[in-house]
């Protein structure tokens, strides 16, 4: 998934199943404004999935987490990505929860 602008997404900007959603590359979007009018709470990327590289992206003012590894997500990486803090009430920005995943590299502002 490569080059493309998602801004005002109601939900996650970009959602990786955890039976389908393994071995993709996610390089170069722009993810703006999730959870755009929702009542709960998304991520600009919610990765239940495996092998999942997320490279150059950037993310900013989602809702829950700029990037959400879940506790299903094994072996993703995620660097050289512009993460930005949620404008309201923050959960953070990247958030870590499965197993062997690599998490380096990203600029936070």
Known sequence: ?????????????????????????????????????DT???????????????????????DKYAVHLTATSNKCIVTGNQLTVYAGTSLGVVQDDGADNVV???VVA
């Open 1 to 37: 998934i490569t080059g493309n602008t998602m801004r005002h997404v109601a939900k996650h900007g970009l959602k990786f199943a955890e039976t389908n959603g393994r071995d993709s590359t996610v390089t170069g979007n722009t993810i703006v404004d999730c959870d755009a009018g």
């Open 104 to 106: 380096e590299h990203n």
């Open 40 to 62: 709960e709470t998304y991520s600009g990327i919610a990765v239940l999935g495996d092998r999942i590289a997320i490279v150059g992206n950037r993310i900013d003012n989602c």
